[in-house]
């Protein structure tokens, strides 16, 4: 009965998790492609994820309050509108030709996402037992890593056309010289977005004609017993240190995604279609991850899961500061299977026994994505400083896996205190 009253709503918000994980996961392909279009090093180009992932920080609050004073289809709906608006303004952007303007566009697109994701996670933690809050939650996930998988194997062929010149490098014949060839860079990045677009405002027709349940704690809100927002709440210590862990897992994961690209084209010098296609692998074995670690979670306890993946990270990373080269573009396709679980398990370990703070602890979590906007940078910083050495700057991400080590090992436990 409870999963035949519930699959419907939980399709919907499925939805919702694979469109986000479009967005986020052509910003490591925009990264490369802007490297070109507007002449940027890495570091430079790796500001297009904290123009992203600020919104994450900025807007979560504000969210939160906006559905708990109305509804978390209300806030869906929004914040879809909103997402697809940015996409379209890729079509302005590409007359513009200007970074800034790209800035702005991945800023709004991210607000759009930022009620999509402070709505979807907890909803789906609500929509059924609190036992199995980890596991739907990382079933949920996996469709986020089909998402990733798409945008890395296919989309990302879209706007990477395969060519990379410089002013100097350009072929006298080229047609249009420099400005032709720019263009047409520019050009190869309106579709994919489009294509999101269009999806996002389908999703936004059906969200409408819906019906989902409301769960304990908006209905509590109904009768106006709750505040709109509850900064008490990070008193409780499994939050708090799940914030801690979401900031510095976040940061970590988004500094080898964001960079994978730059990676192989720049330092192991693979050309951009073959780069494209590891990068799909990689995501692939994301989306495995994913998938795999759901299953396993019947049998085992998903902190124990989460510390285990989390060691094995920190030594795969260690590979990758050692060997940098191909050995560790491998060892990178194996950090993707062991993050997969991460940020799912964190959220929902970090949301237990909130009740009507549900919606506030999911704000604070959500928050805690401005990881995505500096550990990365620092990540391109050392590696644009170091060119002979590059692969050093993947002790950052090592040292972000060590706080989720530690949520798995004690930070996860509710401390009962009045």
Known sequence: MMKNKYFIPLLLIFSLFFLWAISSNLLPTMIRQLMKTCELNAFEASFTEAAYWL???????????YMKR????????????????????????????????????FFIIATGMCFLETAANPYVTALGTPETASRRLNLAQSFNGLGAFIAAMFLSKLILTGQNYTRETLPVDYPGGWDGYIQMETDSMKLPYLILAGLLILIAIIFVFSKLPKIDNESALDKGNSKLINFGVLKKSHLRWGVIAQFFYNGGQTAINSLFLVYCCMYVGLPEDTATTFFGFYML??????????????????????LVYAIVNILLCGVIVLCGGMIGLYAMLAVSFFMSI?????????????????????????????????????????????????????????????????????????????
Not at 392 to 414: E, M, N, Q, R, V
């Open 55 to 65: 919104a994450y920080f900025i807007f979560p609050i504000p969210i939160a309050m």
């Open 70 to 105: 109305y509804s978390y289809k209300s806030g869906i709906i929004f914040g879809l509108i909103l997402a697809a608006i940015g996409g379209l303004l890729f079509f302005p952007a590409a007359a513009i030709k200007e970074y800034w303007a790209y800035l702005v566009i």
């Open 285 to 306: 074995a994301f989306l495995a991850g994913r998938w795999i670690g759901t299953m396993l979670m019947v049998r085992f306890r998903p902190q124990d899961m989460l």
């Open 342 to 418: 991460m940020y799912p398990t964190q959220f929902s370990l970090a949301l237990r026994g909130l009740g009507e703070d549900t919606k506030s602890g999911s704000a604070f979590l959500v928050m805690a994505i401005i990881g995505n906007a500096c550990i990365p940078q620092l990540t391109a910083y050392v590696m644009n400083h170091n060119k002979d050495i590059y692969y050093i700057a993947y002790i950052i991400p090592l040292i972000c896996f060590f706080f989720t080590a530690y949520y798995g090992w004690k930070g996860y436990k509710i401390e009962n205190k009045n």
